[in-house]
């Protein structure tokens, strides 16, 4: 079987799907690896690393033909519409992808009849947690997050004692506990500072405090959604959360937000009115920026100034810290494939969860209901469940 990694294509991004060191744990699958020229270059993986490593290497001028003979094409982005075309009928496309805003790929899926994969909709489960990319790129994204606060907050993050007097802990608020919400806190905290953390899950309180940080507590409801994320709140119970968050705001020297809702624009959290009543020289980074933000006036990749507060917006936060990520990314990948490779060939299970969950399109028809409504298709109903007549073993 063959698995072919092109060079990323979207800029700025520069992280690869599969690294050097890791090509040698495909073989027992029985699949042969091929490697765009060049594509591990952002993320020092140079192309004698993986001749060493025993792939083959290829130059640009074979990459339609290579996508074109290849059974699995792994990529971080979604590949280009036109790569997408010249894929082999049956073939499959595993990268991040969101049905809603990835259109144009899906069309061409279709056109070409092959499977695309999301790592945006592995589902959250014991099981998949080896193949969860969402979880092991936000590691990545937390960690910078902080590093980026540190880095442009005008002072100290640790306390300091010294002959010239005492040097207070920058005040740490992380909004978001999530996995990069998680590991900002953690960092944070590495770094000296005090940190304190809100999420809408209450079962968060116990994993914030296990990272050092000390959770807020609004006296609001709960918000458990399904797959470990948070659901989407009202208006009215939105406006309380902010007007109950502006006090932990103005008394921070640092927030980094983290919240998002697969495949829908983020929550807003912070509006500029709570910005405007921080500190001066107080800085907010928001990994949210590029699905709509979580601070209002927040750019991706921008840094903007409100009053003498400074927004850093995240844009390809990842890509940022390449090598690491992409070690990651491409554990993420090789454990898909043992997933999915039998024997030397793709077997695509669609009765096993992760498999259907993570399947955006199967041999070119929709799959994810995010899919049928890209592609104005409508979605066939459900067959009923058959009667349940007595109780069974492993019920859900």
């Not at 990323?8 to 073989?27: F, K, N, Q, W």
């Not at 591990?40 to 690393?49: I, L, R, V």
């Not at 001028?61 to 075309?85: M, T």
């Amino acid at each position: 079987m063959k698995l072919f990694v092109p060079a990323e294509t979207r800029p700025g991004e520069r992280r690869v799907a599969m690294i050097p060191d890791l090509v040698g744990r495909l073989a027992p699958l029985g699949i042969e690896v091929t490697i765009e020229s060049g594509a591990g270059t952002h993320a020092f993986a140079t192309d004698e690393a993986y001749l060493a490593a025993g792939a083959t290497i290829a130059s640009a001028g074979d990459v339609d033909r290579l996508l074109g003979e290849a059974d699995v094409v792994a990529s971080v982005r979604p590949l280009d519409p036109e790569r997408v075309r010249r894929l082999r009928k049956g073939s499959l496309a595993l990268s991040f992808l969101q049905p809603g805003t990835d259109v144009e790929v899906l069309r061409a899926g279709r056109e070409s009849g092959v499977t695309l994969m999301s790592f945006d909709l592995i589902p959250r489960i014991s099981r998949a947690q080896s193949m969860d990319a969402l979880s092991s790129q936000s590691l990545v994204t937390g960690y910078r997050a902080a590093l980026v606060a540190a880095d442009r907050l005008p002072s100290f993050f640790p306390l300091f004692m010294t002959a010239a007097g005492t040097v207070q802990a920058a005040r740490v608020l992380v909004l978001g506990a999530g996995v990069a919400g998680l590991q900002a806190i953690a960092t944070a905290k590495r770094l000296g500072a005090v940190v304190s953390a809100y999420d809408v899950r209450a079962a968060s309180a116990d994993e914030v405090r296990s990272m050092g940080g000390t959770f807020i507590s609004l006296d609001l409801d709960a918000l458990e959604g399904t797959g470990g994320y948070a659901r989407e709140m009202s208006d009215d119970r939105a406006q309380r959360q902010r007007d109950l968050l502006a006090p932990y705001l103005a008394a921070s020297d640092a927030v980094i937000t983290t919240a998002a809702v697969p495949g829908r624009q983020a929550p807003l959290l912070v509006t500029r009115a709570m910005v405007e009543g921080m500190k001066p020289g107080s800085v907010v980074v928001d990994l949210a920026a590029e699905t709509g933000g979580n601070v209002e006036g927040s750019k991706p990749g921008e840094e903007v100034r409100v009053g003498q507060v400074s927004i850093w917006g995240a844009r390809d936060m990842a890509s940022e810290l390449p090598v690491h990520a992409s070690r990651l990314y491409s554990m993420n990948v090789i454990n898909v494939l043992g997933l999915l490779v039998k024997d030397g060939d793709l077997a695509i299970d669609t009765e096993d969860e992760i498999v259907s969950g993570a399947a955006v399109l199967l041999a070119g028809e929709p799959h994810h209901p995010g899919a049928f409504t890209a592609l104005g298709i409508e979605q066939p109903p459900k067959d009923p469940e058959p009667p349940v007549s007595a109780p069974s073993e492993g019920g859900s």
